[in-house]
């Protein structure tokens, strides 16, 4: 289980430092978009990941990892 939490923190990890060490400047873009939205927009664009993240999580385990 902790394993499993750590493999999880690697790579959600991984894919943000590739996120800020290959495009800047598009991550500074959305940033300024999501100030631009409306606290409810970004609360519900959240529960929108977190549902699609336990959806993958459900998936990957039914899948055997």
């Known amino acids: 289980m902790i394993a499993t ?3 999880a923190l690697g790579l959600v ?3 943000e430092g590739l996120a800020y ?3 800047p400047s598009l991550v500074e873009q959305l ?3 999501l100030r631009a939205m409306p606290e409810a927009q970004r609360r ?3 529960l929108g990941a977190l ?3 336990l959806a ?3 998936i990957a ?3 055997g990892a």
């Open 31 to 33: 940033l300024a978009m």
């Open 21 to 23: 060490a290959l495009a």
């Open 51 to 53: 549902a699609l993240g």
């Open 56 to 58: 993958l999580v459900w």
């Open 13 to 15: 990890l991984i894919v």
């Open 44 to 46: 519900n664009l959240g």
């Open 5 to 7: 939490a750590f493999l």
């Open 61 to 63: 385990k039914s899948l």
